[in-house]
C-alpha cells in the first residue's frame, strides 16, 4: 500500500466537540443539505476512501460546493475544512496504539 493515505479526523476546525475524533474518512458528500456537506467516518480502516498523492489528499479536502460555492463571507465553500485532519499510512495501521494516540494528542476539550 506504499503511496496511500487515509484521512484522519482531528476534530472540528473551530473546537468545538467531535465525536469523530480518530476515525478514517469513508466518504464526503459536499452539495448534502444544499451545500452544507456531510462527512462520513469509519472507525474501519479497510472501508476508508485511500488517497494516491498528498495532492489528491489535499484537494478533496478542499473541494467546493457545487450547490453553494461561495459562503456568506463570499469566501470559497469547502464544507470539509470544518474538519481538522491528517494523514494516516495504511501501513502503520498494524500498530495497536496509533488511534490511542491520535485520540489522546487531540482529544475533545482535553478530556
Given at each position: 500500500?506504499?503511496?496511500?493515505?487515509?484521512?484522519?479526523?482531528?476534530?472540528?476546525?473551530?473546537g468545538d466537540p467531535c465525536e469523530?475524533?480518530?476515525?478514517y474518512l469513508l466518504r464526503f458528500?459536499?452539495?448534502?443539505?444544499?451545500?452544507?456537506?456531510?462527512?462520513?467516518?469509519?472507525?474501519?480502516?479497510?472501508?476508508?476512501?485511500?488517497?494516491?498523492?498528498?495532492?489528491e489528499f489535499f484537494s478533496f479536502?478542499?473541494?467546493?460546493?457545487?450547490?453553494?460555492?461561495?459562503?456568506?463571507?463570499?469566501?470559497?465553500?469547502?464544507?470539509?475544512?470544518?474538519?481538522?485532519?491528517?494523514?494516516?499510512?495504511?501501513?502503520?495501521?498494524?500498530?495497536?496504539?496509533?488511534?490511542?494516540?491520535?485520540?489522546?494528542?487531540?482529544?475533545?476539550?482535553?478530556?
Amino acid at each position: 500500500m506504499a503511496g496511500k493515505m487515509l484521512m484522519v479526523c482531528l476534530g472540528f476546525a473551530n473546537g468545538d466537540p467531535c465525536e469523530d475524533v480518530g476515525k478514517y474518512l469513508l466518504r464526503f458528500d459536499p452539495d448534502y443539505g444544499g451545500g452544507l456537506g456531510r462527512a462520513y467516518w469509519t472507525d474501519n480502516a479497510a472501508e476508508a476512501k485511500l488517497f494516491k498523492t498528498s495532492e489528491e489528499f489535499f484537494s478533496f479536502w478542499k473541494q467546493e460546493s457545487m450547490l453553494r460555492p461561495r459562503r456568506r463571507d463570499n469566501k470559497p465553500n469547502r464544507p470539509l475544512t470544518a474538519y481538522s485532519v491528517t494523514t494516516a499510512d495504511p501501513a502503520d495501521l498494524n500498530d495497536p496504539g496509533l488511534l490511542a494516540m491520535v485520540r489522546a494528542a487531540h482529544s475533545v476539550n482535553g478530556e
